[in-house]
């Protein structure tokens, strides 16, 4: 009998597999960063056959680290960056483009030029989302646009479209699942959020065919199975779908409206349960859907920062400051603060509550004492400030306080930069004792499909505290530290 339950992770730098067991116990959970590609200033792209080499060595890697077969995994989940845009040929399966990722900024102009039409509150109203670069309907325009035929070829039906969970799902069923469900579709800017059905005028605003488009289904469900994969036997369901921050609201177990949580990867995103009806945002905050299972949908609001770990890694890659993302903590706890530099990580513009495309990073404060321990402990106070500004609008937005900040993603194994949250929130900051949540979502939504769990009290009662950072900041260094931030937001 199939005992464990893998979870794909296709994240933005990398992939994760992890395999769980029926009590939620991690068997096994491996990681691999993959290449990004660069080819102009503000353009972001990932190569679609990469990113499936890395989740096939992840799968085939994570099954021998737990010791399994592939016949004991009783389904497959997948949750994903987002907005990320892949366009491919349905009969070969090959790409016809580098797919075009969420950081990318090359539509600034197509969004800039509908908003000047007046578009914008009609998208809003329909999707709950803003004319920003971020989403992927501009993305798939330019490639219909740019990409030799492909307008032609989308309009009889040869190519397919979707986001990066739907591509996966596509490779393992053997291009018999071209699927989505309602927590991606609803960061396209093509779906109704209230229909959760592709919208035929949005379609026509961005010149996208319905042609193209995957079926919307639950969250929850049988999708197809795997078929001709050489790291798993063909009729392994494939049962789970939701996007990244989606998925780790619901590994979060924040199942009731008003539950929040923010996870920190490559970017940081913010979700608060609203429940089964949208609500509507006047603060630049985002409505989308949080999931939808059997009877039950449930919407939330959402605040993105587009760089969080990846400025880390820009201190890594970019200047050389450190040679391993681990070391910036200690870097930055060898000075007792940031010597009054400010980083503000606009490195591929600002998202909400600013939406700034334009917006590029900025450092001030430099002077002859800086270091490189200056700049390591600013970029972590950067991050945090961020979601500050975030957590402020939301909370405005709701007209209720966070009594506790969940948190999870890689980047929270960093001490120093979830003590500096606290102290900027001024609410105490949890870390369960799985910050892979992301993945956990997925695996349960994946488990609850085909029964290997019962119900979402399992998920409940499996979530542990691992440690509650306590807000110590003085409230003077606090505001001083807030209004530095701010006068270089406004200069970004």
């Not at 075009?100 to 000047?116: F, G, M, N, P």
């Not at 002859?368 to 950067?382: F, K, Q």
């Not at 409230?475 to 530095?484: G, V």
Request: proline content about 4%.
């Amino acid at each position: 009998m199939a005992s464990y339950v893998v979870a794909i992770d296709q994240g933005t730098t990398g992939t994760t597999v992890l395999v769980l067991d029926r009590k939620l116990s991690l068997r096994a959970k491996v990681n691999a960063e993959y290449p990004q590609h660069f080819p102009r200033p503000g353009w972001v792209e990932h190569d679609l056959e990469e990113i499936w080499d890395s989740t096939t060595a992840m799968l085939r890697r994570a099954l021998s680290r737990a010791g399994i077969r592939g016949k004991d995994v009783a389904a497959v989940g997948i949750t994903n960056q987002r907005e990320t845009t892949a366009l491919w040929d349905r009969r070969s399966g090959r790409p016809v483009h580098r797919a075009i990722v969420w950081q990318d900024r090359r539509t600034s102009e197509a969004c800039a030029r509908l908003k000047a039409e007046g578009k914008e509150s009609f998208v809003r109203e329909r999707t709950g989302l803003v004319l920003d670069p971020y989403f992927s309907g501009t993305k798939v325009e330019w490639l219909l646009e740019h990409v030799k035929g492909a307008a032609a070829r989308a309009e009889k039906g040869d190519l397919a479209f979707g986001t990066i969970d739907t591509f996966l799902a596509w490779r393992l069923t053997g291009g018999a699942a071209h699927v989505t469900d309602p927590s991606n579709a609803s960061r396209t800017l093509l779906m109704n959020l209230r229909t959760l059905a592709w919208d035929p005028q949005l379609l026509g605003l961005f010149r996208v065919p319905a042609a193209i488009l995957p079926t919307i289904r639950r969250s929850s469900e049988v999708y197809g199975t795997t078929k001709g994969l050489k790291v798993l036997p063909d009729g392994i369901p494939v049962a789970g779908i939701a996007g990244d921050q989606q998925a780790a609201l619901f590994g979060q177990a924040c199942f009731a409206p008003g539950d929040a949580k923010c996870t920190y990867g490559t970017g940081a995103f913010i979700l608060a349960n609203t429940g089964g009806e949208p609500v509507f945002s006047s603060r630049g905050l985002l409505t989308t859907v949080a999931w939808s299972l059997p009877g039950e949908v449930a919407y939330a609001l959402e605040g993105s920062a587009f760089i969080a770990g990846a400025a880390v890694q820009w201190l890594r890659d970019g200047l050389g400051v450190i040679a391993r993302a681990g070391e910036v903590e200690a870097l930055a706890r060898s000075v007792p603060d940031a010597g009054g530099v400010v980083f503000v990580p606009a490195l591929t513009g600002l998202g909400a509550p600013h939406w700034r495309p334009e917006a590029r990073g900025l450092i001030t404060g430099i002077d002859r004492g800086t270091t490189a321990a200056h700049l390591a402990r600013a970029a972590l106070e950067g991050i945090a400030l961020q979601i500050y500004d975030l957590a402020a609008a939301m909370q405005a937005e709701s007209g209720k306080s966070f009594p506790v900040f969940k948190v999870d993603g890689g980047a929270t194994a960093n001490n120093l930069l979830l003590q500096t949250q606290a102290d900027l929130l001024g609410v105490p900051v949890e870390r369960p004792r799985m910050v892979e949540t992301t993945a956990l979502g997925a695996a349960f939504l994946a488990g609850l499909a085909v029964g290997f769990w019962k119900s979402r009290d399992e998920i409940r009662k499996a979530w542990k505290k691992d440690r509650r950072f306590v807000p110590r900041m003085a409230a003077a260094e606090r505001e001083s530290l807030l209004a530095r931030w701010h006068r270089a937001v406004s200069m970004a």
